[in-house]
């Protein structure tokens, strides 16, 4: 079974915070998502990333930026934090992007909350 | 580009009875693929069951099926004899040949199932 651990679970900020949430798989998958849900709009993808060192622009990227530093790590960075970025953070690995047919495997999502 | 529209917000069933959670897509591309994730009340995201453009046999898998109209381009997730624990929100994606990186969800259809 495919293990996706995220940290922190819960996060609390101020506008203008700092905040790093990280993404650790441990199953040599190539592919790692950030995505972010609201209600109404389901999951949202922020950046993805195929391998160490890569980073690939998802479909709402402003105001994040991304870092992936090993095939096991990915990070989600928000350098100044807006109000209109509390949500509920998940990321997700799969096993390769040469098909369409993988699936994907979740953590167990971050909340964050900007004051 | 692709997307994924799921109407229906909330539904609520009578436990033992079948349901249908309707979703429609849009894409340009000739292949592409189909899933249906399920989320539970602790949060946790998992996949159930997958749809290949080019397979013309409706998936299933356990309780769970699809029902796949492809000039409509819809996919109608079935759970037959629903149970108390499949109450939870589940969500339609949608994986193309295009863009077979990135998998793009619907906004989620919430499911109650009561005794």
């Known amino acids: 079974e495919a293990a996706v651990t995220q940290s922190p679970r819960n996060k609390v900020t101020v506008t203008g915070g700092n905040v790093t949430l990280s993404c650790r798989q441990t199953?040599?998958?190539?592919?790692m998502y950030w995505y972010r849900q609201d209600t109404g709009h389901g999951l949202r993808l922020i950046h993805y990333s195929y391998g160490a060192g890569n980073l690939q622009i998802g479909d709402v990227p402003d105001g994040y930026k991304a870092t992936r530093t090993t095939q096991e790590d990915f990070f989600l960075l928000l350098e100044l934090a807006s109000p209109s970025q509390t949500s509920l953070y998940f990321c997700a690995s799969s096993v390769a992007g040469t098909t369409s047919a993988e699936t994907l495997y979740f953590g167990s999502g971050t909340r964050l909350t900007v004051l | 580009a692709q997307k994924v529209t799921q109407t229906q917000t909330s539904i609520s069933v009578m436990e033992k009875t079948t349901v249908t959670m309707d979703c429609v897509y849009e894409t340009q591309d000739s292949s592409y693929f189909l899933f249906w994730y399920k989320q539970t009340a602790s949060g946790e995201i998992v996949f159930l069951i997958r749809?290949?453009?080019?397979?013309?046999e409706n998936a299933t898998v356990g309780h769970y099926s699809l029902n796949f109209q492809k000039p409509k381009s819809s996919i109608g997730l079935i759970i037959t004899a629903t149970q108390i624990e499949d109450s939870a929100v589940y969500f339609c994606?949608?994986?193309?040949?295009?863009?077979?990186?990135?998998?793009?969800f619907g906004q989620g259809t919430s499911l109650s199932v009561v005794p």
């Open positions: 749809q290949d453009s080019y397979k013309k």
């Open positions: 199953n040599s998958h190539n592919y």
């Open positions: 994606a949608m994986r193309t040949s295009s863009s077979f990186s990135k998998l793009v």
